[in-house]
C-alpha cells in the first residue's frame, strides 16, 4: 500500500472522528466574534475581543443542568482541550468551567 494512500485513509477518518464526552465534561463549538461591523469595515485579528461562549453540542453522562444547544459563557483562565468533532474545531471543556447558561427571550 502506498504511503499516499494511507494518509488519505487516516485523513478521511479523522473527518467522521465523533468526540463524545466523559463525566463532567461539556464538548462545545467556540462562538468568534464578528470580523465585520455593520458598515461593512474588516477588524483585525488582533481587534477582536474573545467572548468565551460556546454552543453545546455534547455533554457527559454526569451533567445535569446544561443540554445541548444551549449556549454557555465559560471562564477566561479555562483551559479547554482543542478537539476535531466531525472535522471541524470544538473544544472540550470542564463543567466548572461554565459561568452561565446563556438564553434570549
Request: charged share 25%.
Amino acid at each position: 500500500m502506498s504511503q499516499n494512500l494511507i494518509i488519505n485513509q487516516q485523513i478521511k477518518r479523522m473527518k467522521n472522528q465523533v468526540v463524545v464526552p466523559v463525566g463532567m465534561k461539556l464538548l462545545i463549538k467556540e462562538i468568534k466574534p464578528e470580523t465585520k461591523t455593520k458598515s461593512g469595515l474588516y477588524l483585525p485579528e488582533i481587534a477582536l475581543k474573545q467572548t468565551f461562549q460556546g454552543k453545546v453540542v455534547g455533554r457527559g453522562d454526569q451533567v445535569t443542568e446544561i443540554e445541548i444547544g444551549d449556549v454557555v459563557q465559560y471562564a477566561d483562565h479555562a483551559m479547554p482541550t482543542p478537539m476535531k468533532h466531525q472535522g471541524e474545531d470544538h473544544l472540550l471543556l470542564q463543567v466548572g468551567d461554565v459561568y452561565a447558561i446563556i438564553r434570549y427571550e
